[in-house]
């Protein structure tokens, strides 16, 4: 049973830099048939792709948060990071982390975390 | 970006309605699309990928369909189960993007 689990603070200052990890159990991250992806949803709002990496830790990024984004991997402990940087309240979410299957040339997010609100606020 | 576009934004059914919702992109993503169930509190769940695959475990009333440029999705009876609000994700180009979200509530 694959399952996922953010973990990291649920209050963060602007300006400061947001830190979540999702540790993975049940499947490895060393296969080539996935991408470990963060996704966030705004109060009340739709899913917005942050990026992902993939098992030779390539990354991609949406453009819109490349700039403040980095997602790396640790293998060891098969477990995978965000860390988003100079926060503003409009960065104010719920953030999941989610497997993205290939099956040919298809992709979609297969398996989900339960979901980590983070507020940014003073 | 690609943008997908859902309608309508909200509707209300009874149980046992054949319930279809809409998807538009706003260029061509052949059938790489998606198909999510969210429910309060949790995380989205797939039902769909590759425009009409229905993922393992998902129950047969749900179907989808399309290509291109428009899609849909179809609960052929709704069950008390499927209040609900779901969205549609394309997979053809980065930055993968979802739809605004159906919300599917108790007439």
């Known amino acids: 049973q694959v399952q996922l689990r953010e973990s990291g603070p649920g209050l963060v200052k602007p300006s400061q830099t947001l830190s979540l990890t999702c540790s993975v159990s049940?499947?490895?991250?060393?296969?080539?048939?996935?991408?470990w992806s963060w996704i966030r949803q705004h109060p009340g709002k739709g899913l917005e792709w942050i990026g992902y990496?993939?098992?030779?830790?390539?990354?991609y990024y949406n453009p819109s948060l490349k700039s403040r984004v980095t997602i790396s991997v640790d293998t060891s402990k098969n477990q995978f990071s965000l860390e988003l940087t100079s926060l503003t309240a409009a960065d104010t979410a719920v953030y999941y982390c989610a497997r993205y299957k290939q099956v040919l040339y298809d992709y979609y997010f297969d398996y989900w975390g339960q979901g980590t609100l983070v507020t940014v606020s003073s | 970006d690609i943008q997908m576009t859902q309608s309508p934004s909200s509707l209300s059914a009874s149980v046992g309605d054949r319930v279809t919702i809409t998807c538009r992109s706003s260029q061509g993503i052949s059938r790489y699309l998606n198909w999510y169930q969210q429910k309060p509190g949790k995380a989205p769940k797939v039902l769909i990928y590759?425009?009409?695959s229905l993922q393992s475990g998902v129950p047969s009333r749900f179907s989808g369909s399309g290509s291109g440029t428009d899609f849909s999705l179809t609960i052929s009876s709704l069950q008390p189960e499927d209040f609900a609000t779901y969205y549609c994700?394309?997979?053809?180009?980065?930055?993968?993007?979802f739809g605004g979200g159906t919300k599917v509530e108790i007439k």
């Open positions: 994700q394309q997979s053809y180009s980065i930055p993968q993007t």
């Open positions: 049940g499947a490895s991250l060393s296969s080539s048939d996935y991408y």
């Open positions: 990496i993939f098992h030779s830790g390539g990354t």
């Open positions: 590759a425009a009409s």
